[in-house]
């Protein structure tokens, strides 16, 4: 009998816990259950929506290449841009149209562009990089060249070689000769050890050292 009454005082015991704590462990339990499926959906359509981007940005490098005016990558790339702007390729995208702005001579739709590109992408990374570097150019060729200076000027880049290269056309373009030489020179020292001067940077340290010595020479 005293057995039976301790099994009874169990199941008691038992229920009394489970009045208390039974309805938050099962909501725990739902909750861990929830999480889980959660994280796994969530992961499928990440990897469902960087595939369409994918699939997207192709067919918008196809209709680019298969037809002159652009229009149908335009469209696709403007489509990457709006559904799929937190991946590389709506960056990427960006980039083509900018490129496509400049060749339609029209540098403001560029920089909008470049600047959403920037915007965009994670800091340092190559395509901030390069978007920041295409945008220095641009604001050049509206004859912003102080503003795309600091640009370059203020930019941890890889690309120095790059870098320099656009300071010293930018440069040149005021007329400041020296100055211009100057980022040419330290363009040829950024290239990797071994590596050749290419023949347009050659050319311009060339042309330009000449006339440099040229201008010292008559001023002394």
């Known amino acids: ?24 462990t099962m909501v725990g339990v739902v909750l861990a259950l929830g999480l889980g499926f959660g994280w796994q959906a969530w992961q499928k359509n990440q990897e469902t929506a960087a595939q369409n981007a994918s699939n997207l940005y192709q067919q918008m490098l196809q209709a680019l290449s298969a037809e002159e005016t652009g229009t149908i990558g335009r469209q696709i790339a403007t489509e990457l841009k709006d559904s799929h702007r937190g991946t590389v390729y709506a960056q990427f995208a960006a980039l083509h149209l900018a490129r496509l702005a400049v060749n339609d001579g029209q540098p403001q739709v560029a920089e909008q562009e470049l600047r959403w590109t920037l915007a965009m992408a994670d800091e340092g990374d190559d395509v901030h990089q390069v978007a920041q570097l295409r945008l220095a150019r641009v604001l050049a ?15 941890n880049t890889d690309f120095i070689a790059s870098y320099a290269i656009a300071r010293g056309d930018i440069l040149l373009a005021q007329g400041r000769e020296a100055d211009a030489l100057a980022a040419y020179e330290s363009a040829a020292a950024a290239l ?23 201008t010292v020479a008559e001023a002394s």
């Open 192 to 214: 990797e050890e071994g590596a050749p001067v290419p023949q347009t940077l050659q050319d311009k340290l060339e042309y330009l050292g000449a006339r440099v010595d040229t």
């Open 141 to 155: 060729a509206q004859e912003k060249e102080e503003e795309a200076l600091a640009l370059l000027a203020g930019a």
């Open 1 to 24: 009998m005293e057995s039976y009454r301790t099994e009874e005082e169990q199941v008691e015991a038992l229920k009394r816990w489970w009045k208390e704590n039974g309805r938050s």
